[in-house]
């Protein structure tokens, strides 16, 4: 909880986390089957692992902030197309 407080909601920032740690989830699964059928496979090593892991995490993470920056822009700024609403007649 006291994380969560700390965070000043970084965690509704991570829009792709989901995607990235999906990803993660995959490889993993496909490390487990290529370690059980060792025979037709070549083993992934450890390093190639943490590194993909660590790269999908730095990426997911980076493009999950510049995505929420843009978007909170947008929201300060106006339309996202440039594009002013007409002025109302004064009466």
């Known amino acids: ?3 969560h407080r700390c965070g000043g909601g970084l965690l509704d920032r991570l829009v792709y ?3 990235g740690l999906a990803f993660i ?3 993993i699964g496909v490390k487990l089957i ?3 059928a060792h025979d037709s496979f070549p ?3 450890v390093w190639l692992s ?3 892991i660590v790269t999908v995490l ?3 993470t980076i493009a999950s902030l510049a995505a929420s920056r843009r978007t909170r822009r947008q929201d300060t700024d ?3 197309s440039g594009i002013q609403p007409p002025a109302q007649p004064v009466p």
């Open 43 to 45: 083993q992934i090593p």
């Open 50 to 52: 943490l590194t993909v």
């Open 1 to 3: 909880m006291a994380a």
């Open 17 to 19: 986390l989901s995607h």
């Open 34 to 36: 290529a370690q059980a």
């Open 58 to 60: 730095a990426t997911t």
């Open 78 to 80: 106006g339309p996202a």
């Open 25 to 27: 989830l995959a490889f």
